[in-house]
């Protein structure tokens, strides 16, 4: 089970820190992927981690602004958001698969899913 939380409101400019619990497995093994979807908008991968944890992978929007890591004692999977955008407001969601061939941040590729966490950065 993955537990997504840490959303919420914030102002343009600010910073919010995603947490992902995983629960029942390790995620040591695992590539782990955030993702977002605005209203009317189709799900997006934002960032990805590998199984290893030794690269990291970002969209084009958020480069240089967010971060993912991962913090295997606590088996959790965080992405660090800075300098947030009213664009950025979503519904984000991790997700796990440990059976992916390559790296992507295609939704679809991704097996395992947490229940959403909502953001909103407010201009």
């Known amino acids: 089970q993955l537990q997504a939380s840490g959303g919420g409101l914030v102002q343009t400019g600010g910073s919010l820190r995603l947490s992902c619990a995983a629960s029942?497995?390790?995620?040591?093994?695992?590539?782990t992927g955030w993702f977002r979807q605005a209203p009317g908008k189709e799900r997006e991968g934002v960032s990805l981690?590998?199984?290893?944890?030794?690269?990291?992978y970002y969209a084009d929007s958020v480069k240089g602004r967010f971060t993912i890591s991962r913090d295997k004692s606590k088996n959790t999977v965080y992405l660090q958001m800075n300098s947030l955008k009213p664009e950025d407001t979503a519904v984000y969601y991790c997700?796990?698969?440990?059976?992916?061939?390559?790296?992507?941040?295609?939704?679809?590729?991704?097996?395992?899913w947490g229940q959403g966490t909502q953001v909103t950065v407010s201009s």
């Open positions: 997700a796990a698969d440990d059976g992916l061939l390559s790296a992507t941040m295609d939704p679809k590729s991704f097996r395992y």
């Open positions: 029942g497995f390790t995620l040591d093994g695992f590539a």
């Open positions: 981690i590998s199984s290893s944890g030794g690269r990291t």
